[in-house]
């Protein structure tokens, strides 16, 4: 049974800069790439920590390019990004993986896990058509129709007020996480001057003890709500292409 083609849920930077591997404390002969993220809500979080150098996958050395060899026939002079080590392996595999961590190597199993981007590339779905009203604010859940509807068949030339760059993220906080976006404020006495304020990522609300409750999806932001006590309503948002 075929699954799918499996992925690490880490990102990473090329080393080719020879200052900066002397500070990642790497030797002569050792050469990798640098662990960016890591997705908090995998199996693979518990074994990476941003900072690491990743130098080799199934015993394939990485290079500071981020490039492995292909070798396929009479081909062998070719290189490939270090993914390709992996293209064999299927979600629920695994790979054996060498890291440098403060100068000491160590050897670790890397899980191989379904690509799941933060914002769904589902075409049709019924959370598409999901949106709550909060006094007149309109939230909805981020997807690629949202921004087609808003800024037009061009979106994707455009910045789309920084959630485009959201899009291919596979970074998040939550397993059942989404981008929530306050799309647009209905026009009443009580927003007065907050009419502009639209396509914009919700970051969290204000909860009864005057902390910030970080909102995890839509369904969340209801339930926050719905328990919420107080007579004011304040909301955080991130900023553009957060």
């Avoid at 933060?118 to 997807?143: M, N, Q, R, T």
């Avoid at 939550?174 to 009580?190: A, C, G, N, R, W």
Wanted: glycine fraction near 10%; hydrophobic fraction near 40%.
């Amino acid at each position: 049974r075929v699954t799918a083609f499996g992925h690490g849920r880490f990102s990473t930077q090329r080393l080719e800069n020879a200052g900066m591997r002397r500070a990642l404390g790497m030797v002569k002969g050792q050469s990798g790439v640098i662990i960016k993220s890591v997705d908090p809500t995998t199996p693979n979080a518990k074994v990476l920590q941003r900072g690491d150098v990743l130098l080799s996958l199934a015993g394939v050395p990485i290079g500071n390019d981020g490039c492995v060899p292909f070798v396929c026939g009479s081909s062998r002079h070719d290189r490939v990004p270090f993914p390709y080590v992996a293209i064999d392996k299927f979600v629920g595999e695994s790979l054996d993986a060498e890291i440098l961590r403060n100068g000491t190597q160590i050897s670790c199993t890397l899980e191989l896990l379904p690509q799941e981007p933060l914002v769904s590339v589902e075409k049709e779905a019924p959370w598409l058509l999901d949106y709550c009203i909060i006094g007149g604010l309109v939230f909805v859940v981020l997807s690629r129709q949202y921004l087609r509807a808003t800024f037009g068949e061009k979106w994707k030339k455009e910045r789309c007020n920084g959630l485009a760059e959201i899009l291919d993220s596979r970074e998040r906080e939550f397993p059942d996480e989404q981008v929530v976006v306050l799309s647009y404020v209905l026009s009443h006495t009580i927003n007065l001057g907050f009419q502009d304020v639209r396509n914009a990522r919700l970051k969290a609300f204000v909860g009864n003890d005057g902390k910030p409750v970080r909102i995890r999806n839509l369904a969340h932001l209801s339930e926050v709500i719905d328990s919420f006590k107080g007579e004011h309503l304040r909301f955080e948002l991130f900023g553009r292409g957060s």
